[in-house]
């Protein structure tokens, strides 16, 4: 075997192992961009893992801190369960006072805040990959800069990110400037070149 020869032969080799690793930087690529409407986002929706604080004017014992149980309901005393999975806490305060109107408290003023939300997660080409603490108007720029900023690996114009709220957990692409939601997984992608 002459030296051109193992050079061109080497050379093949190169140029098949720099396109299975372009390859590999495309497997994810495929994935369907994020429309508008998916992305809008409405009003915040409760679910299992929020506390909330719950206010019932004029009747301290029945007001506390509650917490969203695993079956998406809130625990509160004289009216038992009221479920809170999605649903706005405007819709929880009108159930609250409706229920306690029957028979236990006269025309009931009821106030529910969200204290701590669910959680987001974020994975990938950032520096401290894991979950966070959602915090309301919450972008896939800002999860990053909570998760410590990029990689010198990371692709900085786009996202994947599934949605917390899809039931098919489909992975898509979305810009960096989308809203992150409660139970959103976003993963910060690799470049490579």
Do not use: W
Not at 39 to 55: C, E, H, K, N, P
């Amino acid at each position: 075997m002459n030296r051109r020869h193992v050079f061109r032969v080497l050379g093949r080799g190169v140029g098949l192992a720099a396109l299975a690793v372009a390859m590999a930087g495309c497997a994810g690529m495929d994935a369907p961009m994020e429309t508008a409407s998916a992305a809008q986002v409405t009003d915040y929706r409760l679910g299992s893992g929020d506390a909330l604080r719950v206010i019932v004017f004029g009747e301290e014992q029945l007001s506390g801190e509650f917490r969203v149980d695993g079956a998406g309901k809130v625990a509160m005393p004289l009216i038992g369960d009221v479920a809170a999975k999605d649903r706005t806490t405007r819709e929880v305060e009108k159930e609250i006072a409706t229920k306690l109107s029957q028979g236990y408290v006269r025309d009931a003023k009821v106030n529910v805040e969200v204290m701590n939300h669910r959680p987001f997660f974020i994975l990938g080409e950032v520096r401290n990959p894991g979950q966070y603490q959602f915090q309301s108007g919450m972008t896939a720029l800002s999860a990053v800069a909570m998760a410590g900023g990029y990689t010198y690996r990371a692709k900085e114009d786009y996202i994947f990110i599934t949605r917390g709220n899809d039931p098919k957990k489909e992975l898509r692409k979305a810009p960096i400037t989308t809203t992150v939601m409660p139970d959103d997984v976003v993963r910060v992608p690799e470049r490579y070149f």
